[in-house]
């Protein structure tokens, strides 16, 4: 057993402090009761030096620890404060053993982290012909539910039944518990149906069990059954109410909830309810109201900041969430693992490298070096700020590392269009015997994906399921399909989404979509878009993506219809944004910004970029700009794309031969990847750039995309 895994040594102890006792003449007889009441009073403050001390003064008087009584108050006392070991080496001693006792031991193991051990200790006094009791039950069902012991607990189950005590509210309350951490909340749910009789703890119960296991509607369902029978919420109906709408993004029914529990305590004052609507306003996208809550909090601890600095992070504010972090880091607030993977996926939303590097340097010097997970989310942040060998560099210092590890590192390789490194990659993963699962295998079909490696993708596919046992899945099928797409074989994409046994998602459409796109097929693209319509009528992306394919072919009047759609569903168009990173600030630039305050120098170094461009012979692209307007301003329109100026400001602002790493929030049109291309050549930098779709390394004249993006 895990709890007496160190007995020798716990005797050890004991006879030394017995012996200190032996040479002490002063020390008082005790009476069995009176060591029965210090027991019961050391037991209620949980002082376990003192009870070790007394535990050796019985061992010098030798007859109290004779008395079965006093033994097991002993014990119990050990189990009470979490020493399993010496509550087990005293339980050995213990001649004629009563149900008490063994009570109190199988609560100390399935209290105490031993699930196993309280399951096997429950067995062997069954064994003994010792039955179970309402007291025994609810540790033992507790042990089952955390040691996920389902064919255990069904049998337990069916002994509480045969004894008669499934009526009992302690025991159903138990077993409504055990099945929800099973999952099994069918089940969960037939015990709560039978219950005569059910206290708050039972409907709290039902209500946590359906949030944690995925299901907040019926959470909800059973909040308001709740308010039918006229039941008072408490602090865990609350919390698990909170959580259900959050889930939801019901921000009616959430305002609803913070209503109540102002009503009830005049304030949130409780930490748990304050970061639970922390988390429901930011997942509502109601981050204001977050803020309002977190700001007034009179005390914040770490769950407090994660909630808000993840809200921002969510909502597409890495700016505050970086913010808030120096605040935190100020405060002296303590950092976890979860503020650190929260973090790195701000700087990699913007290619914040300096800063990521900042928070590299600050994690390691507060432990957080070895985590696995802190490590995979390191791999994704230098990949995605552009620095793949800096990636690279850690992903082979690890010394741990999972299969979530290895996805990552793939990922980054795709991303960059380095195919034939990540299938590299993952054939070292099965060199150091590790089978592939879903994730890895859809790293590296996106990767065939984003170089072009058909005939490599579609041999990957194949073997999923006759080698690795794993069924394609939604995300598989949508690489595929992307896969195709890209390399122009779109009527194969078609018939491959005909072949899907499940509904194909919108996911896999728009893959189809933008593969009419770069190889114009109007009338595919009208078929993905209007499933695109039917399954996801808010996506504004697809709109535009139909509206730029009708534009390319200059069907004028069907672009307007599409324009028209968005226009009535009252959608927009998120603005062209580009993030550049300068002495660990980062900049930020829109479409014609001219709100920077080196704007003058910005636009004049355009004008100078322009003119060398027109000297080495550019002619601008205008079938990027998307609208009937003159040759002449479709032309203006161009120069002022939000990365031309994310460029201009970098030359400005850094020495020659700086490499340039800059982030576009929507995917670079054909005349900018030109003109960058060109850029790169005479001014003899190298340029990164990251669009929502993949990296682009311009130098010399070229990108590592090959123009196939």
């Not at 535990?55 to 108050?73: F, I």
């Not at 010792?130 to 507790?142: A, M, Q, R």
């Not at 032309?635 to 460029?647: F, G, P, T, V, Y």
Request: charged letters at 25%; glycine letters at 8%; aromatic letters at 10%.
């Amino acid at each position: 057993m895990n709890g007496t895994t160190n007995i020798k040594l716990l005797r050890r102890s004991l006879c030394s402090t017995t012996a200190h006792f032996k040479q002490q003449p002063l020390i008082p007889p005790f009476t069995s009761l009176q060591c029965g009441a210090i027991l019961q009073s050391l037991t209620n403050t949980k002082s376990l030096p003192k009870g070790q001390k007394l535990h050796a003064l019985m061992l010098t008087c030798g007859n109290l620890l004779r008395n079965t009584y006093l033994s097991s108050k002993l014990a119990s006392f050990y189990a009470s404060c979490g020493n399993m070991g010496q509550a087990h080496l005293v339980f050995d001693g213990v001649v004629v053993k009563n149900s008490f006792l063994w009570n109190f031991m199988i609560r100390g193991y399935a209290c105490n982290g031993f699930a196993l051990d309280s399951i096997v200790l429950y067995r062997e006094m069954i064994g003994l012909g010792i039955k179970g009791d309402n007291f025994t039950y609810p540790f033992v069902l507790k042990a089952c539910g955390d040691a996920l012991a389902v064919e255990i607990g069904r049998r337990v189950h069916g002994e509480v039944v045969v004894s008669g005590f499934e009526s009992n509210v302690y025991v159903g309350n138990a077993l409504v518990a055990m099945y929800s951490k099973f999952g099994d909340m069918g089940y969960a749910y037939e015990v709560f149906d039978r219950m005569p009789e059910r206290d708050l703890t039972s409907w709290n119960t039902m209500v946590s069990g359906y949030v944690k296991n995925g299901n907040p509607r019926e959470a909800l369902a059973v909040f308001e059954k709740m308010g039918k029978f006229g039941l008072r919420t408490d602090e865990t109906t609350l919390l698990g109410i909170v959580s259900a709408c959050g889930e939801l993004t019901a921000l009616k029914q959430g305002k609803a909830i913070h209503a109540c529990v102002v009503r009830k305590s005049g304030e949130v004052w409780n930490e748990f309810l304050t970061n639970s609507l922390i988390e429901m306003y930011c997942k509502c996208k109601c981050v204001a109201y977050s803020r309002r809550l977190f700001d007034g909090a009179e005390v914040k601890d770490t769950v407090s900041w994660n909630s808000m600095i993840r809200g921002y992070e969510r909502n597409g504010d890495a700016f505050e969430s970086l913010r808030l972090f120096c605040r935190m880091v100020m405060e002296g607030a303590e950092v976890d693992e979860v503020t650190i993977v929260t973090m790195l996926t701000c700087c990699d939303q913007i290619s914040a490298l300096q800063f990521g590097m900042s928070v590299h340097s600050y994690l390691v010097k507060k432990g957080f070096g070895a985590n696995v997970i802190v490590g995979t989310a390191l791999i994704d942040m230098y990949s995605k700020c552009g620095s793949l060998s800096c990636s690279r560099r850690f992903f082979d210092d690890m010394p741990r590392k999972n299969l979530v590890s290895w996805s990552a590192m793939i990922s980054g390789y795709g991303a960059h269009g380095r195919g034939e490194e990540a299938i590299s990659c993952y054939h070292e993963l099965i060199a150091n015997k590790f089978s592939p699962d879903e994730g890895v295998l859809t790293s590296v079909l996106s990767a065939c994906s984003h170089a072009g490696l058909v005939n490599e993708g579609k041999d990957m596919f194949n073997r999923m399921t006759r080698e690795y046992k794993v069924k394609p899945t939604v995300a598989h099928y949508s690489c595929m399909v992307d896969l195709l797409g890209r390399a122009g074989r779109l009527d194969e994409a078609y018939e491959l989404i005909k072949t899907i046994e499940v509904e194909p998602s919108s996911d896999i459409w728009a893959a189809l979509l933008s593969g009419c796109r770069l190889y114009p097929n109007v009338k595919l693209a009208e078929i993905s878009a209007q499933k695109i319509f039917e399954m996801n009528p808010e996506g504004v992306g697809s709109y535009i993506c139909l509206s730029n394919i009708y534009a390319a072919e200059k069907r004028w009047d069907d672009v307007e219809r599409v324009r028209a759609m968005v226009r009535k569903k009252g959608l927009k168009k998120p603005p062209g944004c580009t993030f550049v990173e300068l002495d660990k600030m980062v900049h930020r630039f829109l479409v014609g910004d001219k709100s920077h305050p080196q704007t003058e120098d910005i636009y004049a170094k355009l004008k100078d970029l322009n003119l060398r461009l027109r000297e080495v012979g550019y002619k601008p692209d205008t079938t990027s700009v998307l609208y009937d307007v003159e040759e002449e301003m479709k032309e203006k329109m161009l120069w002022d794309h939000s990365e031309r100026l994310a460029i201009a400001f970098a030359l400005i602002n850094t020495r020659p031969g700086t490499t340039i790493r800059i982030t576009k929030n929507l995917r670079i049109c054909v005349d900018c990847h030109t003109v960058t291309k060109m850029i790169s050549k005479f001014t003899a930098r190298e340029i990164i750039m990251r669009d929502n779709h993949r990296f682009h390394h311009f130098r010399d004249g070229f990108c590592s995309c090959g123009d196939y993006w």
